[in-house]
């Protein structure tokens, strides 16, 4: 080969090499707006805003575990929006339901209106009472994937931005979920042993863990030492019965969490489609991070926060406690726990907790939060107040 034709194939080489180099930069993202949220019970957020053309500010909760955006049923009543029948299901813990439709109705956030959403309707009245402010409906991912979505638990602030290049903080760590939807992730949890398995990244569930008993059994991860707690959670088509205890740890990207409070319960509606996935990780562990949502880059990426080394609530009672008509109502009472060995029915008013008469069920749920601690709860029955003593229990 002469020194002509190895010039030209190297020439060649190097064109292609160059062209193997060139790459579609997209615009940069632009922030949008940001906007204030709360944070409740269990570690849910709440964020304030409008729907269409009605005046009333509602309160949504703003959750990477729903596949859409929903809106209460008794609030679109009180706003008097018709809804159509579809032949479409939704499912959660509780149960599966068809479901109607609000079609092509814009949501209004602070500097951001969000158009063309089809808002399917659930009824909420049991995450309202359990809360004790009016839930008037979900934002999930029908939201999420239209933008980039900071949430800064820090700040207490949501920030949106435009699709785009963004930069992400130092000092975080990147997930790539599967996605449908709901972000699904890979991660090890431990007790006897540790086990990988996939798991719903759920902002809008109020604990730490949830797994099914089927990943539990087949698994067999879990120390035959450990004691479970009777107990039940809210979620979609009411209340569920569940087991309350500890698992040793659970991994999430770098960071490792000791002794994590867990639920374990019947899927009894496929919920986490087993073996697909062992269950959910939930916003009482992922609020430790500072969150970006990239849906269109199939990014999570998390920062740790000011809350990452907080106390877990390892307390334990056995009360079902609900807001029903202004009222804070014992509704359930576990077999065994402390909360019948007290004396507490279903049926009592709690008047005041300590010296707490705020009736807020909020303030309540946090001073029940104390593992080992004896508490005075005042309640009204049919025959008049009574003072119970209530021994908060541990589960770990």
Do not use: C, W
């Given at each position: 080969m002469n020194k002509r034709i190895r010039i030209l194939i190297t020439l060649i080489l190097l064109c292609n090499f160059l062209r193997a180099q060139e790459e579609f930069v997209p615009p940069a993202s632009k922030f949008i707006t940001s906007f204030p949220f709360r944070i409740l019970t269990g570690g849910i957020i709440t964020l304030k805003a409008t729907v269409a053309n009605y005046a009333d500010t509602l309160n949504f909760i703003l959750d990477t575990g729903s596949g859409g955006i929903s809106l209460d049923?008794?609030?679109?009543?009180?706003?008097?929006?018709?809804?159509?029948?579809?032949?479409?299901?939704?499912?959660?813990?509780?149960?599966?339901?068809?479901?109607?439709?609000?079609?092509?109705?814009?949501?209004?956030l602070p500097k951001l209106t969000v158009d063309s959403l089809d808002f399917h309707i659930n009824d909420y009245e049991v995450l309202t009472s359990s809360y004790g402010e009016k839930i008037d409906g979900i934002i999930g991912f029908s939201f999420l994937s239209r933008y980039i979505v900071k949430i800064d638990y820090d700040s207490s602030k949501v920030y949106v931005y435009t699709k785009g290049r963004f930069k992400y903080p130092r000092g975080g760590f990147l997930i790539r979920p599967a996605l449908n939807n709901i972000p699904i992730f890979a991660t090890p949890v431990k007790d006897n042993r540790e086990v990988s398995n996939r798991y719903y990244f759920d902002t809008g569930a109020g604990m730490c863990l949830l797994l099914s008993s089927d990943f539990v059994n087949d698994s067999n991860f879990i120390s035959t030492k450990r004691k479970w707690f009777t107990t039940q959670a809210e979620g979609l088509g009411g209340k569920a019965a569940m087991k309350q205890g500890v698992v040793k740890q659970v991994k999430i990207g770098p960071y490792k969490f000791k002794n994590v409070p867990t639920y374990i319960f019947d899927d009894e509606f496929n919920v986490t489609s087993y073996p697909n996935l062992g269950g959910l990780i939930g916003n009482d562990l992922l609020r430790r991070f500072n969150l970006i949502i990239n849906y269109e880059r199939r990014d999570l990426?998390?920062?740790?926060?000011?809350?990452?080394?907080?106390?877990?609530?390892?307390?334990?009672?056995?009360?079902?406690?609900?807001?029903?008509?202004?009222?804070?109502?014992?509704?359930?009472?576990?077999?065994?726990?402390?909360?019948?060995?007290?004396?507490?029915?279903?049926?009592?008013i709690v008047m005041a907790i300590e010296n707490n008469f705020t009736n807020n069920i909020q303030a309540y749920k946090t001073l029940l939060q104390t593992p080992g601690g004896r508490l005075k709860v005042l309640v009204l029955r049919d025959d008049g107040p009574l003072l119970l003593n209530l021994r908060v229990k541990s589960i770990l």
């Open positions: 049923s008794l609030t679109a009543v009180r706003l008097n929006i018709n809804t159509i029948l579809s032949d479409r299901t939704i499912r959660g813990i509780a149960g599966i339901r068809q479901v109607r439709f609000i079609y092509d109705m814009p949501l209004h990426y998390l920062v740790p926060n000011s809350h990452l080394r907080e106390p877990f609530d390892y307390s334990y009672t056995g009360l079902g406690m609900y807001v029903i008509d202004g009222e804070i109502r014992i509704i359930d009472v576990m077999e065994g726990s402390p909360a019948e060995e007290a004396g507490f029915k279903p049926g009592d």
